[in-house]
């Protein structure tokens, strides 16, 4: 093929959108901590996984140790079943418990992760039960409401235990 | 009988019908006839490596300052939306969110529509007006494949790197307008654009796209140029509708393609 001196135009503009590319993935994507390890599948049931996405952050501690994968309704507990992709490289006891946590007043939602005292490990394939239900705003409003209306109806200064709305 | 009497309106529609049926028609084939020809026209880089030069290398300053633009805005117009929020530290994601999803692929179809497209319509009209493509198939040279495939591939290459040199531009854009001249925290800027953005979802999507694209404004462009009537007037209506047609096609390809992809 003869040669013409396009070709070094043309590759230093193939290079040119090849570097971009490469930015893109590395700089703004950062493909590089993109965890290329084995994970293990565990599933967890939750009351109310409030505003939970797929590949929201597992968390323990403040770092990252896993992924939600996917998220589906478990129609014979009438709970929701999340399965998380843990990262191989970290073990947990069997009997940590999961929270549904939000980073900053209105961040996105997120698992956190808290170890117990089990000394066999979660494996794939383990479901944890031991779960606590995202903060649904609703509910803590109407809470709050109800122990300030028995609070006031009762007329002691003792409040009542809150979150047992009492009848009048 | 009058033009605006029911059987002549009714024969109108009936013709204006036909002739966009047969319209359809003929640009599927052409289509199927360039995809046919991938082969041959790789086979011979030279035709299609002159043609990246063409359409991409002077496409480059064109699409290297218009990111650079679209940068700055999107830095300024995002800070001042998010730190009414108290936010302002997302810029980073916002800038790179809409530029590799959205913004980097249109915008840069639609630049190239204006740029390259109307280029390969005229060249081709011009051709056609000045019946050389008929003198090449006297010669027994199939004109699409010695024409048109090469412009095709050359297009459909170049399209995707001019993509990412504006997003990667705009970025670079955004980031000298919120971290250098504003004063948004670097580390943050930088640290939730990387959280935030996915390589394959949104960077891979964003490839996707603008292949796509490439696809429709090279194969508007070299239709139009084809099917031109071979006068000046029809060669300059034809350089119109490329853009008219291209720009409307990635606008409706791009909800579409938006739609499918980011549907979660």
């Known amino acids: ?168 | 009988m009058s033009p605006y009497s029911p059987v002549r309106m009714l024969s109108n529609l009936g013709f204006g019908t036909r002739s966009q049926l047969a319209e359809l028609g003929h640009a599927a084939r052409l289509m199927s006839r360039l995809l046919a020809l991938t082969g041959p026209a790789l086979a011979r880089f030279g035709l299609v490596r002159d043609q990246i030069f063409f359409l991409g290398n002077y496409s480059l300053a064109i699409i290297t300052v218009s990111g650079l633009f679209v940068g700055f805005v999107l830095g300024l117009q995002g800070y001042y939306t998010l730190q009414r929020y108290g936010s302002s530290e997302a810029l980073g994601l916002l800038v790179a969110l809409s530029l590799v999803r959205e913004l980097g692929p249109v915008v840069t179809a639609l630049l190239f529509a204006g740029r390259a497209g109307t280029s390969l319509t005229a060249e081709i009209g011009l051709m056609k007006a000045g019946e050389q493509l008929s003198a090449m198939e006297m010669m027994a040279v199939d004109p699409v494949r010695r024409i048109l495939a090469p412009r095709f591939w050359g297009g459909v290459i170049a399209m995707p790197l001019l993509a990412a040199v504006f997003s990667a531009v705009g970025i670079i854009g955004g980031w000298v307008v919120g971290v250098v001249m504003i004063g948004v925290d670097a580390g943050s800027f930088w640290s939730q654009m990387q959280a935030g953005v996915d390589v394959w979802r949104d960077v891979g999507n964003g490839v996707v796209k603008s292949f796509v694209f490439g696809v429709t404004v090279t194969f508007v462009a070299l239709h139009q140029g084809f099917e031109a009537q071979p006068t000046p007037e029809g060669v300059s209506r034809a350089t119109t509708r490329t853009v008219v047609v291209a720009s409307l096609a990635v606008l409706g390809l791009d909800f579409l393609l938006t739609a499918w992809m980011f549907s979660l």
Do not use: C
């Open chain 1, 1 to 168: 093929m003869q040669r013409s001196k396009n070709d070094v135009w043309v590759g230093l503009f193939v290079l040119i959108g090849g570097a971009a590319m490469l930015f893109l993935a590395l700089k703004s994507a950062n493909l590089l901590t993109l965890s290329f390890d084995t994970s293990y599948r565990i599933t967890a049931k939750f009351d109310n996984i409030g505003g939970l996405k797929p590949r929201a952050a597992v968390k323990s501690a403040g770092v990252v140790v896993g992924r939600v994968e996917n998220i589906t309704f478990d129609d014979k507990s009438y709970q929701a079943s999340v399965h998380l992709a843990m990262e191989s490289r970290y073990a947990f006891p069997k009997d940590s418990s999961l929270k549904i946590l939000t980073s900053g007043l209105l961040g996105e939602q997120y698992i956190g992760v808290e170890a117990g005292g089990d000394e066999k490990n979660l494996a794939a394939g383990d479901v944890i039960k031991q779960t606590q239900s995202a903060v649904v705003l609703e509910s803590l409003i109407s809470q709050f409401l109800y122990s300030k209306a028995a609070d006031s109806s009762s007329g002691s200064g003792a409040a009542p235990p809150s979150g047992t709305p009492e009848k009048k």
